[in-house]
Every structure is written in C-alpha cells, then in structure tokens.
C-alpha cells in the first residue's frame, strides 16, 4: 500500500493510494456535503453535490468517485462550489414535493439539512408540481415518490447488502422513478424480503415506516454499518 | 427616531405565523415603543395604508384576492418578508398544485365530500375565484426578506424585526432560522 499526498484546501493531507478524494478529506476532518453517497455501498456520484475543484484542471469532479493523485490540489468550499450547491438542492426541492411541515422526516432529513447548511432560504426556481405515486401496499412500509430525489440509495442497498433487487429505476429524465420488482405494487412484491434497509438509507422520508406521523421518522444506520462490518471485517459488533 | 410603520397581511395560510407572531409575548411591548401597526388582521383596518416601512405577508397567493391584494401591499411597502413556509414556498396551500387545476379541489370538497346540498360556491365580486396554480409570493412580486418555518417561532420573529428596526437587512442562517418545516 503507497501513500499519496495531496492538499486539501491548502492543508497537507496524506492517503492511501485506492482512497477518493471524498475518504481522505473525511478522515482529515475536511467536510465535503454529500447526498446519494451512503457508507457501505458503492458510489454513484449521481447528486453532485461533493463536487470539488481540482488546480489545472476546469472540470469539476465528483469527490466520492474520484481517486486521490499525489500532489492533487483540492478545494472544497470556493464560493463557486458554494453557488453551485445551492442551485443544486434548489433543483432537487423545485423538481418534486418536499413540504417540510407535513413530512414524516421533518427533522431527520438530509436534503432539509442541506438546504440549511447551503443558505437556501428560498428557491429561486420555479416549482414543478409533478403528479407522483405513493404506494402504501406493503405491511409495513411505504414509499411516497413525492419526496424522492433519486439518490438510488434504496436500489444500492437492497441489491448490494441485501442482495434482494427488488428496487430499480423506471422512466428517463425528471420523469424517472423508483419501482419495485417490474413496477409492480410493493406489497406484491415477491423479492422483497421486507428487510427494511431501504428504509434506513433513504436520506428523505420517501420510505418511511408505515404508522409514523409528521417528524416522528427516526432511522437505524448503525445497522447497514454492522452488516457492512460483519461482511468486510468478519466482526459481529453486537 | 421616526416610529417603524409595521403592517401584516394574512394571504393563502392557516394563520399559524400569525399566532406564532402573537407568541413574541412581552417583546410586543417593546415593539409597540417604536413601531405602530397600520394594518392587520389583528387591527381594525380596511384599506392597506400607503408608506409602510415593513410588512409581514403569511400565506400563499392561492386566489384572486390574494393576487390583487399582494399587488397593492408591494406597491405601497418598502421592505416585504416573506413570513413562513406557505408565503416561502406554497408549502400546504399549494398541495393540490399536482392536481392541475382549482376544478378537482372544488370538485371534492363541495360535490364529492358534500353531506347536504352539494354546489361549488360562486358569488362574483364576494368570493374570490381560486387560481388554478398555488403560488410563493416570491413568484409573483419581489420579495426583500424571507423567513422560512411552518411557523417561523418567535425568536426567528424577533431576530428579523429587530435587524430591521436597526436598519439592517437581516442575514438569517443556520438551523434555528431557516428550516423550513
């Protein structure tokens, strides 16, 4: 195992060579905002949001697929990268229907916090409106696409840690969507194995349990963490 | 110094920002040393005065009323806050913005859902239309301040009054000012 060095907004980090710049700056204590990234699952760099500016180059680059490269300059936080954000999470609230007050994530939601943590007092573009499908036809969850963003963290994590796939995506563009086994209702199912770590990824409360009210959604990461622990480090941390 | 001429307009909304208003409880007091308040729904005023130095706007603009009435309260204020969700956002006044138009809101509540004589109010010039789009405000006039809560609690109140009384333009971040919800 080799060792890079690279600078992180103008601070000297070093990583191990298989590392993404997101990794290396985690472990330095270096906050980069991320939405479809989710630990124990593999990257998408679908979101955008931990885009970071890399010296000589004017591409931008997703931090959580991008490997870090000895003597990489990095930044994180310019006032480009600042603005873009906002725009971002601006879109992702104009393209569905996130309304904070009657949600049962309202607290406990990670597209809420990043409106706040990017000074989003207002969006700024025009709001879509769209027509979506809730599905409540399982026992005991349910999935409102109202509040999706499409991180596809659900997919990831019921195909990859599960190892069911009853999640996929349906649809191009704005348009898309997440659907279980051929777009059939949930409770019909017949790969879900009513696990429920769909639920505990999903950064919005577009999977919640069923019976929770407005706030009251809480989530359980620690437990994809054990499996993912149990399955890489074969350690059962009860 | 010149007394702050404060306003409130309640549009589209529940009224909750109102009464979150309400729960600013003693600092009232002190705000009513150095600002009056030229209208209301807590006051008893029927026309929106010209000159206000600042007004509060609750609610979405969800009929035509609300429409006309932005129009004349931008026209004759100097600084508009946006106040709460449904003014920021639309939030729950606009949830039936999916459905495409007023007609299957109509249709549902006084047809559908109707226990005894089911008819779609109309009376021109008395009740206001609904328009087919539930709108921000900020979609429709330009709007100086937003403050962002379903309701926005007192303190957010306060801390954006009180910036505005000195004279400054609130500059509102972080958790306990702009969550919205």
């Given at each position: 195992m080799s060792v890079k060095t690279l600078t992180v907004n103008d601070r000297f980090i070093s990583a191990r060579e298989e590392e993404t710049i997101l990794e290396a700056a985690k472990d330095a204590g270096i906050h980069i905002p991320t939405l479809c990234y989710?630990?124990?699952?593999?990257?998408?760099?679908?979101?955008?949001?931990?885009?970071?500016?890399?010296?000589?180059?004017?591409?931008?680059?997703?931090?959580?697929?991008?490997?870090?490269?000895?003597?990489?300059?990095?930044?994180?936080?310019?006032?480009?990268?600042?603005?873009?954000?906002?725009?971002?999470?601006?879109?992702?609230?104009?393209?569905?229907?996130?309304?904070?007050?009657?949600?049962?994530?309202?607290?406990?939601?990670?597209?809420?916090?990043?409106?706040?943590?990017?000074?989003?007092?207002?969006?700024?573009?025009?709001?879509?409106?769209?027509?979506?499908?809730?599905?409540?036809?399982?026992?005991?969850?349910?999935?409102?696409?109202?509040?999706?963003?499409?991180?596809?963290?659900?997919?990831?994590?019921?195909?990859?840690?599960?190892?069911?796939h009853t999640w996929d995506m349906a649809g191009r563009g704005t348009n898309s969507y997440v659907i279980t086994d051929l777009d059939r209702p949930w409770g019909t199912s017949s790969t879900c194995t009513s696990c429920g770590k769909c639920v505990n990824a999903c950064p919005t409360g577009a999977l919640f349990y069923r019976g929770v009210s407005v706030g009251e959604m809480k989530r359980d990461r620690a437990k994809l963490d054990f499996l993912m622990t149990a399955r890489e480090k074969k350690q059962w941390n009860v | 110094m010149e007394r702050l001429k404060l306003a409130t307009v309640w549009l589209g909304g529940c009224s909750g920002c109102h009464m979150s208003f309400l729960d600013l409880d003693e600092w009232l007091i002190d705000l009513s040393q150095v600002a009056d308040l030229v209208y209301s729904p807590f006051i008893d005023v029927k026309e929106y005065p010209e000159g206000v130095d600042v007004v509060l706007?609750?609610?979405?603009?969800?009929?035509?009323?609300?429409?006309?009435?932005?129009?004349?309260?931008?026209?004759?204020?100097?600084?508009?806050?946006?106040?709460?969700?449904?003014?920021?956002?639309?939030?729950?006044?606009?949830?039936?913005?999916?459905?495409?138009?007023?007609?299957?809101?109509?249709?549902?509540?006084?047809?559908?859902?109707?226990?005894?004589?089911?008819?779609?109010?109309?009376?021109?010039?008395?009740?206001?239309?609904?328009?087919?789009?539930?709108q921000p405000v900020h979609q429709v006039v330009t709007v100086d301040v937003y403050l962002p809560g379903c309701p926005p609690s007192a303190d957010r109140i306060r801390a954006v009054l009180e910036s505005l009384l000195r004279g400054e333009k609130p500059q509102l971040a972080g958790r306990e000012f702009i969550k919205f919800g």
């Open positions: 989710l630990e124990g699952v593999s990257e998408v760099g679908a979101c955008r949001l931990c885009l970071v500016e890399i010296a000589g180059s004017n591409k931008l680059q997703p931090a959580c697929v991008t490997k870090v490269v000895e003597g990489m300059e990095v930044s994180t936080n310019t006032p480009r990268l600042q603005q873009y954000r906002r725009t971002i999470v601006e879109m992702l609230f104009a393209e569905g229907n996130h309304i904070c007050s009657v949600c049962v994530a309202n607290g406990n939601c990670e597209l809420q916090d990043l409106a706040i943590e990017t000074g989003m007092t207002h969006v700024r573009l025009e709001y879509h409106f769209p027509d979506r499908q809730v599905d409540v036809s399982h026992d005991r969850f349910g999935i409102d696409r109202n509040r999706c963003i499409l991180c596809t963290r659900c997919v990831r994590v019921c195909d990859e840690i599960e190892g069911a | 706007v609750e609610g979405a603009i969800a009929n035509e009323d609300h429409l006309e009435t932005i129009k004349t309260v931008r026209s004759r204020s100097n600084i508009l806050v946006s106040f709460g969700d449904c003014a920021v956002t639309g939030n729950v006044t606009a949830l039936r913005n999916p459905l495409g138009s007023a007609e299957p809101v109509l249709q549902r509540c006084y047809l559908e859902a109707a226990d005894i004589h089911p008819q779609i109010p109309t009376e021109p010039g008395i009740v206001p239309a609904l328009l087919n789009r539930v």
